[in-house]
Nanobody
Framework: QVQLVESGGGSAQAGGSLRLSCAASGSIFNLYSMGWYSQAPGKQRELVAVIFSGGNTNYADSVKGRFTISRDNAKSTVYLQMNSLKAEDTAVYYC?????????????WGQGTQVTVSS
C-alpha cells in the first residue's frame, strides 16, 4: 500500500512563497507520475503541476512561471515551490501519485494541506 504524507501548507501574504512537500512510502511499481492538485471551496479538484517518471513536467496555465514542481528520487518526495502567490491560489492542495499508464492506472492521494493566501 502506498502512503503519501504532505507538509508545508499554511498561510502567506500575496506575493509570498510557500513550499509543499509530499513523501511517498510503500511499494511503488510502475510509477507514472506524481503531482499536485488543488481544490478551492465549491470547486472541482484540478491539476496544478505534474512530474512524470521520465522527468517531464506540466503546469496549469494559472501557475506557469510562478510554481515549480521537483522530485527527489532518493527520498521518494515531490515538492511544489510556490512563488508570487495570489489570493486565488487559496485551496486545499493534494498530492497525487499515479501508477500504470496515462489511460489505465491507479491514483493514490494524500490527505491534503491547506494553503491560504491573503491579499
Amino acid at each position: 500500500q502506498v502512503q503519501l504524507v504532505e507538509s508545508g501548507g499554511g498561510s502567506a501574504q500575496a506575493g509570498g512563497s510557500l513550499r509543499l512537500s509530499c513523501a511517498a512510502s510503500g511499494s511503488i511499481f510502475n510509477l507514472y507520475s506524481m503531482g499536485w492538485y488543488s481544490q478551492a471551496p465549491g470547486k472541482q479538484r484540478e491539476l496544478v503541476a505534474v512530474i512524470f517518471s521520465g522527468g517531464n513536467t506540466n503546469y496549469a496555465d494559472s501557475v506557469k512561471g510562478r510554481f515549480t514542481i521537483s522530485r527527489d528520487n532518493a527520498k521518494s518526495t515531490v515538492y511544489l515551490q510556490m512563488n508570487s502567490l495570489k489570493a486565488e491560489d487559496t485551496a486545499v492542495y493534494y498530492c497525487n501519485l499515479r501508477v500504470g499508464w496515462a489511460q489505465i492506472g491507479y491514483d493514490y492521494w494524500g490527505q491534503g494541506t491547506q494553503v491560504t493566501v491573503s491579499s
